[in-house]
């Protein structure tokens, strides 16, 4: 081994190109950028969807149907839920923080009561909405409904 024939090891030099830098560096005269149009100008931007010129995707697409803008979303909770934890967990006043420490709901979720399911046991339910059938079933085993 001499001084001439020493190289870095394999992988570790990790050479750029450097472009626009004249004909000798390999990447001189149309610095990578092809001849004419839009692309080989400085300050080119294309717009998001741009297809060339084409009917866009988002344009070619039908639209149809209505999205309500002000509709309110909610997490539907069964009263087969709540009679399931009343009778293995004893709990029978239900809140939003109930709801989340038992995995029902999330944090920014909106509770709905619903009235799928058997209720046995009297509970007093805090949530943002209820069901006509959740409000009858509830009231009929002496528990009480609270809006919030």
Do not use: W
Not at 101 to 125: A, F, P
């Amino acid at each position: 081994m001499s001084l001439h024939n020493l190289t870095p090891a394999k992988g570790s030099v990790k050479k750029e190109r450097r472009i626009a830098r004249g004909q000798g560096s390999g990447y001189g005269g149309t610095s990578t950028r092809g001849h004419k149009g839009a692309k080989s100008r400085s300050g080119y931007k294309t717009k998001i969807g741009f297809e060339g010129g084409q009917m866009p995707l988002q344009r070619r697409v039908p639209k149809f149907g209505f999205k309500n803008i002000n509709r309110v979303e909610y997490k539907a909770v069964n009263l087969a839920s709540l009679e399931m934890l009343a009778s293995e967990k004893g709990i029978t006043e239900f809140t939003i923080e109930t709801f989340l420490e038992n995995g029902l709901t999330s944090s920014n979720d909106l509770v709905k009561v619903l009235g799928r399911g058997e209720l046995k046991s009297k509970i007093t339910v805090s949530a943002h909405g209820f069901s006509k059938a959740a409000i009858a079933a509830i009231e009929a085993q002496g528990g009480v409904c609270t809006k919030i």
